[in-house]
């Protein structure tokens, strides 16, 4: 059991305080959903969906990129450099 889960309204992490999803959380998913995206993209809409209603000031497009660009970010790769972790 993971100690980095969103602390609402604010949606920061329990564990560490950062926004969520957190550094640590990210990793987290990505092992846990490994070879299953569409999986993963699921599982954070159901948070989209919630921070949307938690933080009603903040962009979409803000909310969008938190919760849906960053499994599409390498995590490891030189700054700069585009593409998917491995095994997307």
């Not at 995206?37 to 699921?42: I, P």
């Not at 933080?55 to 450099?81: Q, V």
């Amino acid at each position: 059991m993971t100690m980095h889960l969103p602390v609402r309204p604010v949606w920061t992490c329990a564990g560490c305080g950062q926004v969520w999803p957190c550094l640590t959380r990210k990793r987290q998913l990505l092992a846990e959903f490994a070879g299953a995206r569409v999986s993963l993209m699921l599982y954070l809409t159901q948070f989209f969906v919630e921070a949307c209603v938690d933080m009603p000031t903040t962009t979409t497009g803000t909310l969008y990129h938190r919760f849906f660009a960053w499994p599409y970010e390498p995590t490891d790769a030189p700054p700069g450099s585009k593409g998917a972790p491995p095994g997307w």
